[in-house]
Nanobody, 125 residues
Framework: QVQLMESGGGLLQAGGFLRLLCPPI????????AGWFRRSPGKDREFVGA????????WYSDSVKGRFTISRDNARNTIFLQMNSLNPEDTTIYYC??????????????????WGQGTQVTVSA
């Protein structure tokens, strides 16, 4: 059982930035694919980004590409989502997800085995 706990969300004004973190609990992240998703109540889950195991290939949704950067720090055993140039449309709950390394559809939530509880990001105009 892999436990994830996102953190780093908050309230800020448009144009600002946040850095979300996703450390696993009791497990090395080195061999896991990790993804970030977001979902508002009553709406479908939206893929944000994902990162593979080494060589750390990344994927992004068109809506965040160029603004968000997903990375991983194996020494600190955590996954990051750097969110720049935030706008009100980015307001929602963000979730970290993970699965053992394979060749899944990185953009599909169903490909992931483990999920965090979510962290709220609110961006005001």
């Amino acid at each position: 059982q892999v436990q994830l706990m996102e953190s780093g969300g908050g309230l800020l004004q448009a144009g600002g930035f946040l850095r979300l973190l996703c450390p696993p609990i009791g497990t090395s992240f080195v061999c896991y694919v990790a993804g970030w998703f977001r979902r508002s109540p009553g709406k479908d889950r939206e893929f944000v980004g994902a990162i593979s195991v080494a060589p750390h290939i990344t994927w992004y949704s068109d809506s965040v590409k160029g603004r968000f950067t997903i990375s991983r720090d194996n020494a600190r055993n955590t996954i990051f989502l750097q969110m720049n140039s935030l706008n009100p449309e980015d307001t929602t709950i963000y979730y970290c997800a993970a699965r053992p390394s394979s060749n899944p559809n990185y953009k599909a939530g169903s490909a992931y085995d483990y999920w965090g509880q979510g962290t709220q990001v609110t961006v005001s105009a």
